[in-house]
């Protein structure tokens, strides 16, 4: 059992296998800086899209919050109602 919570799945391990070694191995300035920006740029797009799935989540726990509110409303309300 890992102590990892957010173990990668071995297809991400080897994309920055694959990214590690390019970069010790480049040479070029020009080739590096490029790579850079397009790592920053997949690192502002993971974060934007996992604020928004933080969102949702929560957004989705609330309403299952207000749901069970109301029927617990509702049960306590048809336990004090007078039976006809």
């Known amino acids: ?5 957010v173990e990668r799945p071995l297809e991400q391990t080897f994309e920055t296998e694959k990214l590690t070694r390019f970069i010790q191995d480049c040479q070029s300035l020009e080739e590096l800086r490029q790579t850079a920006l397009f790592l920053v740029q997949q690192l502002a797009q993971q974060k934007a ?7 949702r989540a929560s ?3 609330n309403a299952k919050l207000e749901m069970l509110a109301k029927l617990i409303r509702r049960s ?3 336990e004090v109602a007078p039976s006809s």
Do not use: G, I, L, R
């Not at 059992?1 to 919570?5: A, E, L, N, V």
């Not at 899209?49 to 969102?55: G, K, N, V, Y």
């Open 49 to 55: 899209a996992s604020a928004w799935m933080a969102s």
């Open 59 to 61: 957004e989705s726990e």
């Open 1 to 5: 059992m890992s102590t990892d919570p």
């Open 76 to 78: 306590s309300d048809d």
